[in-house]
């Protein structure tokens, strides 16, 4: 058995911790009294990291198009994955002028996205992705019956609940809200049932919950199991 050949070069792993540690700033500098405390240092840190990104990629277009030529200039600015890159450094130097707004917040978080591209070299990750795919139907069926049973949960919690407690179950829509966070079994503490069927139902519906949240894990929990033992 021959060794794995190392999927990503000694330039790949520079290029993912780096934005490893744009996640990692975009994290704290979203809470404020961080952001605040530390202004002067998220300020070179984004300034790095901008700059960094617009140098990977200028390296990338000039790697891609003019010494391998592997694709033309049309196709390299129209690939999804480039457009990402190109998101996540080009409104530091477009918005440069502005003050912290919402716009620019949202940019900033499409550094993450160039965790998509690391994603795809590994094996691990594409054999997971590979059992979604060969198991689409079984999830997407089993998702299908998870929103019908939600949907005949917050039909029976309308009825039995509606009268006493209209403000969280005096209306179909309001019970499905509830009936789908408490089947995925997240829950939802400022709203529960007070009558004792709406009680009784909130226990089947709890019990059905964590079933039915299991299908699609167990689908895919299988499937995957069975491509690493054909393997």
């Not at 060794?3 to 700033?25: A, D, G, M, P, T």
């Not at 709890?206 to 299988?222: D, L, M």
């Amino acid at each position: 058995m021959t060794k794995e050949k190392n999927l990503l070069s000694v330039f790949q792993k520079i290029v993912l911790s780096v934005i490893i540690l744009s996640i990692i700033s975009v994290v704290l500098e979203s809470e404020i009294t961080i952001a605040k405390k530390y202004v002067s240092i998220f300020y070179y840190l984004n300034f790095f990291f901008a700059v960094f990104f617009l140098v990977e990629f200028i390296y990338r277009f000039l790697k891609e198009i003019f010494l391998e030529k592997k694709t033309t200039f049309f196709k390299f600015i129209t690939s999804p994955y480039n457009i990402i890159d190109f998101l996540s450094f080009a409104p530091y130097f477009i918005l440069s002028n502005m003050n912290e707004t919402f716009l620019l917040r949202i940019f900033r978080v499409f550094r993450m996205f160039k965790m998509i591209k690391v994603f795809e070299k590994n094996k691990a990750i594409n054999g997971v992705i590979k059992t979604i795919i060969q198991k689409k139907k079984e999830i997407i069926f089993s998702l299908v019956i998870t929103v019908f049973i939600i949907f005949i949960a917050s039909i029976v919690l309308y009825v039995v609940e509606g009268p006493s407690n209209p403000d969280h179950f005096g209306s179909i829509p309001r019970a499905f809200w509830w009936a789908t966070i408490t089947l995925t079994t997240i829950g939802y503490g400022d709203v529960y049932p007070i009558t004792v069927l709406g009680k009784i139902a909130t226990v089947v519906i709890s019990i059905c919950g964590i079933g039915i949240v299991a299908i699609p894990t167990g689908i895919i929990a299988g499937s995957f199991s069975n491509n690493l033992q054909k393997k």
